[in-house]
């Protein structure tokens, strides 16, 4: 596609819900990025692709968190017995290069999960 | 651990300013810097990418600096419209961390009023 998109736009849950936030990459790019944004902050880390290996998932704030890209396109971050906390906006980022920091990132609008 | 952050938090300005945003950091080893914009409901855009070598890059009415040595970067707007308002994030890349996540500073607000 001609961009990175992301679905759904907003998510309701009710606390203790699972939820799958799903990301379409830019066609062929190689690296595919996950963040969490709370209001009024800027992005934080949970993890990175290289195709379908999960490279780094160093920013998954608890084991109640993964993410999963098992064709090396489409990407899905799941958040299991979600908590208000994890209210954020959750951006998806890919890029055609390895690494994809300093090649430029298009990043997708994002999801906005409010956990009520 | 990296840390990022941008000052002021938001700004208002006039229509026609000159403005400048500015971002600190706190390990000096990085790849290189980005500043995005983010509009309200959207995803991030790319503006400016300065790799650790450079010491400035320019786009249009836009001018990012980069001093590595004293961990601070400037973001430069000329002549603002109100078309310039925007969340205006920047981000490095480190070379200590093994991955190639970017961390992000919070944002400075910008409104610029007709």
């Known amino acids: 596609g001609a961009g990175v998109s992301q679905s759904p736009r907003y998510k309701v849950a009710k606390r203790g819900q699972d939820v799958a936030l799903r990301c379409d990459p830019i066609s062929g790019h190689v690296s595919l990025f996950w963040y969490q944004q709370a209001l009024g902050q800027g992005p934080e880390f949970l993890t990175y692709?290289?195709?379908?290996?999960?490279?780094?998932k160093s920013g998954l704030p608890s084991d109640r968190f993964f993410a999963e890209r098992p064709e090396g396109s489409v990407s899905t971050l799941k958040i299991q017995r979600t908590q208000q906390e994890d209210s954020a906006v959750y951006l998806c980022?890919?890029?055609?290069?390895?690494?994809?920091?300093?090649?430029?990132?298009?990043f997708g609008s994002g999801t906005r999960l409010t956990v009520v | 651990k990296q840390e990022v952050t941008q000052i002021p938090a938001a700004l208002s300005v006039p229509e026609g300013e000159n403005l400048v945003l500015n971002c600190s950091f706190t390990d000096s080893a990085i790849y290189n810097l980005q500043w995005f914009r983010q509009d309200p409901g959207k995803g991030l855009t790319s503006l400016l990418l300065i790799q650790s070598s450079q010491r400035e890059q320019t786009s249009g009415r836009l001018n990012a600096s980069l001093d590595k040595s004293s961990g601070r970067s400037t973001l430069y707007i000329a002549a603002s419209q109100p078309g310039d308002s925007a969340t205006y994030l920047c981000a490095v890349r480190d070379r200590n961390n093994a991955g190639n996540m970017l961390t992000f500073g919070g944002g400075t607000r910008l409104m610029v009023k007709p």
């Open positions: 980022a890919s890029s055609s290069r390895e690494g994809g920091a300093g090649y430029g990132y298009t």
């Open positions: 692709f290289q195709n379908e290996a999960q490279l780094d």
